[in-house]
């Protein structure tokens, strides 16, 4: 009887488990790659209000440019004026 039960690979009891147990752990594996829960999410910005702030923004820096070019070229034209 032990020749049959080892048939020269060993016991052939195990020689079913093997692919049943890489089979399991397969689905294991997959289950638990899948199966997780979502990162939650987070809350959405109104974004309205914050467009309205950078122009806002924007604006006040343009408009500090422009004086700021004024300034310079009021300056840049009576250097020019011959006095």
């Known amino acids: 009887m032990s ?5 020269g690979r060993g016991n052939l009891a195990w020689s079913g488990a093997y692919p049943r ?25 109104p974004q309205q209000a914050q467009v309205e702030s950078l122009d806002a923004d924007r604006l006040e820096r343009a408009l500090d440019d422009v004086e700021m ?8 034209s009576a250097e020019r004026q011959p006095m």
């Open 3 to 7: 020749e049959i039960a080892t048939c």
């Open 21 to 45: 147990t890489l089979a399991l752990a397969s689905v294991v594996l997959l289950a638990a790659i899948l199966i997780r829960p979502a990162p939650p999410q987070p809350a959405p910005l």
């Open 69 to 76: 070019l004024r300034q310079l070229n009021v300056a840049s």
